[in-house]
């Protein structure tokens, strides 16, 4: 986030700390915070472990129904999207 508004040009002697932001990356990330960390690839295939659907729960969202799971039981789709055991087919 630019430390104030952006209708001036980028000059030194109008705005020090756009002028700063622009052209220097140490003090860019003060005011930015750290990078954000890159998403994890997305996952096409069905786990492994991945089992039938056990109970939808009268919800029509297939990422919620409960799944058995080789591993933890039972499990849903969109944990198993973030699970640390996650083996594709």
């Known amino acids: ?6 209708d001036h040009p980028l000059s030194p002697a109008l705005c020090r700390l756009c002028f700063l932001y622009v052209n220097d990356s140490g003090y860019r990330a003060l005011w930015d915070g750290p990078p954000a960390e890159p998403a994890p690839p997305a996952r096409a295939l069905p786990c ?6 056990l109970e ?34």
């Open 56 to 89: 939808r729960g009268g919800c029509p969202c297939p990422g919620k129904w409960l799944r058995g799971c080789g591993l933890h039981a039972v499990c849903t789709l969109e944990v198993c999207k973030t699970c640390e055991d996650y083996e594709e087919r």
């Open 1 to 6: 986030m630019r430390p104030c508004h952006a």
């Open 48 to 53: 492994v472990y991945l089992g039938e659907v």
